[in-house]
């Protein structure tokens, strides 16, 4: 996305460069949510581990939520995926 924008600014002397990309918030939107959402799991499910929480029970309640969390940052990914390839944001 930076790349992106970095040509749009580049070649683009106009004041309107800016509008045209808001054409990537949406997908960008949907995109960091999607990551922030894995990363969140990762963290929650490493935290679980390396306080060797393995053994006990309640792990896999652990385990539960990371995979709850993993499922919903997969389906955010596959918004974004479907808005940046529609052309839906622009």
């Known amino acids: 996305i930076g790349v992106f924008l970095g040509n749009i600014a580049k070649t683009s002397g106009s004041t309107l460069a800016g ?3 808001l054409g990537i918030f949406p997908h960008g939107l949907f995109e960091l949510l999607a990551y922030s959402t ?3 799991a990762g963290g929650i ?7 060797r929480k393995i053994n006990n029970l ?3 309640h652990v385990v539960y939520d990371a995979a709850k969390l993993t499922a919903w940052a997969i389906l955010f990914l596959a918004v974004a995926a ?3 390839s529609t052309g839906a944001a622009a």
């Open 19 to 21: 509008v045209s990309a």
């Open 38 to 40: 894995g990363a969140l």
């Open 45 to 51: 499910l490493s935290h679980a581990m390396v306080t």
């Open 58 to 60: 309640d792990f896999f």
């Open 82 to 84: 479907f808005i940046e």
